[in-house]
């Protein structure tokens, strides 16, 4: 048997292991010290109430003759039209909205809509699996030295205020973009979001829009959602999840809307071809999990999601303003939980060194999320407040 040589060709993931070593490293040479993580993407406070109420009666539920189901193959209709409700104003049908087991499980399945014929472009830094997942269908090609054939990296820095030079990308392109980002919690403007939306209608590109993060938006003029934009409806699929909002992320719960007017070049149906694809390969979210995602929609649930951000976005204010205190440039961390931290002159890892054995601090080498990231360090808001606390003390003292 011989390997697929696609999974030969995915990165090592060397970066949270590489991480994990230089930590335990540190650790095991200095075991009195308390080391603090504001590394990880990780949730860490439990999920409220009204959300956990709606897991459990559900749970409960099943074991009784009325309250059993089974698959439900394509989501629960009430959780795709309150998905609608909420997020996007009504306006898209339930068969336009759904239902999954989390966002990155779905980026990794959208790929398989275009084959590996598609050239891909994704911004740099970026959440790994998009480059990955189009390596692993092979729609990368293979490494040339500089990097993958099929995929073109778009540097996002604070030199082009974090937006792509979207002359480079190739007419046809399958275009990865997340906002609130991660790693560098900047948030696109309307007018930003607006040009992608023109290229890619112009350009006959796909944008796989990646909004976990749009609840933690705070600023009533930032757009929580491609589809608040003109046009979006005909060269955009958005991907979210219940993960960062609500805590989800153990319990597995996402949605991807793919509007009915999204059209392959001949015009086939884009929307039917994702409803057969689903069909396929995937049975359904967990009913437990569609359960809770519905409570928390609900009214009380939409306050907790209200208080969990909130709650994060504090730990996310304290690190940046310590960080701003001593001088340090950075973005995020106001409208998002990431803070992105820059050293000029300076590795990522070598800042990385510096936070671990200085300040005992845990953070995520920028370099790891794609070669723009380089010189950069992310921190995590996703922590309890005592330790971001400590953290930060550690960071003044
Ligand atoms: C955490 C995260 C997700 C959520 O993924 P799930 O599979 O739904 O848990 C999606 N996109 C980005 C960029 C993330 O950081």
């Known amino acids: 048997m011989k390997p697929n040589p696609c999974i030969e060709n995915i990165s ?9 070593k230089r930590r335990t490293a540190y650790q095991q040479a200095h075991p009195d010290v308390r080391v603090i993580s504001l590394g990880v993407g990780n949730t860490t406070e439990p999920i409220f109430p009204a959300a956990a109420a709606g897991l459990a009666s559900e749970a409960k ?3 009784t003759p009325d309250g059993y189901s089974g698959y439900q ?9 309150r998905i609608s409700e909420v997020f996007y104003g009504g306006k898209f049908h339930i068969d336009e909205v759904f239902i999954s087991d989390g966002a990155k499980c ?9 084959g590996r014929g598609v050239p891909v472009a994704v911004q740099d830094p970026a959440y790994p699996v998009y480059v990955d997942g189009s390596v692993l269908i092979g729609a990368a090609g293979a490494m040339d030295g500089t990097g993958y054939a099929g995929i073109t990296y778009l540097p996002c820095t604070p030199d082009n205020a974090f937006f792509p030079d979207l002359s480079l990308v190739q007419p046809g392109s399958l275009l990865y973009i997340c906002s609130p ?63 960062k909002p609500a ?12 509007p009915f007017g999204l059209a392959y070049e001949g015009g086939g149906s884009i929307n039917k071809a994702w409803s057969r694809v689903m069909a396929t390969i995937f049975n359904g979210a967990s009913n437990i999990a569609q359960a809770g995602g519905l409570a928390a929609l609900s009214e009380a649930g939409l306050k907790e999601i209200r208080a969990l951000t909130d709650y994060y976005l504090e730990n996310a204010r304290r690190i940046r303003e310590t960080l701003g205190a001593r001088g340090i440039a950075t973005v995020g961390g106001d409208n998002s939980p990431y803070i992105w931290a820059q050293f000029p002159g300076r ?30 360090v992310r921190f995590s808001a996703f922590g309890h407040h005592k330790d971001v606390e400590e953290a930060c003390a550690r960071l003044v003292g």
Not at 12 to 20: K, S, T, V, W
Not at 352 to 371: A, Q, R
Request: hydrophobic share 40%; glycine share 10%.
């Open 181 to 243: 980002n991660n790693p560098t919690g900047y948030v696109m403007t309307r007018a930003q979001l607006a040009e992608l939306v023109a290229f890619a209608n112009k350009s006959g590109s796909v944008i796989l829009f990646d909004a976990a993060y749009s609840e933690f938006i705070r600023d009533a003029d930032l757009p929580k959602t491609i589809f608040e934009v003109d046009g979006a409806e005909t060269c955009a699929i958005e991907i979210n999840s219940f993960s």
């Open 347 to 376: 590795t990522s890892w070598d800042v990385f060194d510096e936070l671990l054995n200085t300040y005992h601090i845990v953070t995520t080498p920028g370099s790891g999320f794609g070669p723009a990231g380089e010189s950069f």
């Open 12 to 20: 090592p993931g060397y970066l949270f292991p590489e991480i994990a």
């Open 61 to 63: 539920a099943l074991s």
């Open 106 to 114: 779905d980026v990794g399945r959208l790929q398989l809509l275009f």
């Open 247 to 258: 805590g989800f992320t153990g319990v597995r719960l996402g949605w991807t809307v793919v």
């Open 73 to 81: 193959d394509e989501g629960r209709e009430d959780l795709r039209q």
